[in-house]
């Protein structure tokens, strides 16, 4: 399948809790899952160095970008 796609997937390494695969042209790309702070995180594949960023301040700071990039989202 072409394009982004998601998959919700179990991790039997960590009690089977529910996570969530992106995927890329069929790549995995990066995941979501909730971190032992019981906060969402993104989690991308491929750096070399791993990261996590928390979901909660990454859609605060897509949603700002967008206002602000966006007339018609400003609200006038």
Known sequence: MKGWTAEITNNPDNDYELYMELLEDDEYRARIERAPSAQL?????????????????????????KKATHPSLRGG
Do not use: K
């Not at 995180?41 to 970008?65: H, M």
């Open 41 to 65: 995180v993104l989690t991308v594949y491929g750096t070399t160095q791993a990261f996590s960023l928390p979901i909660d301040w990454l859609l605060e700071v897509v949603e700002g970008f």
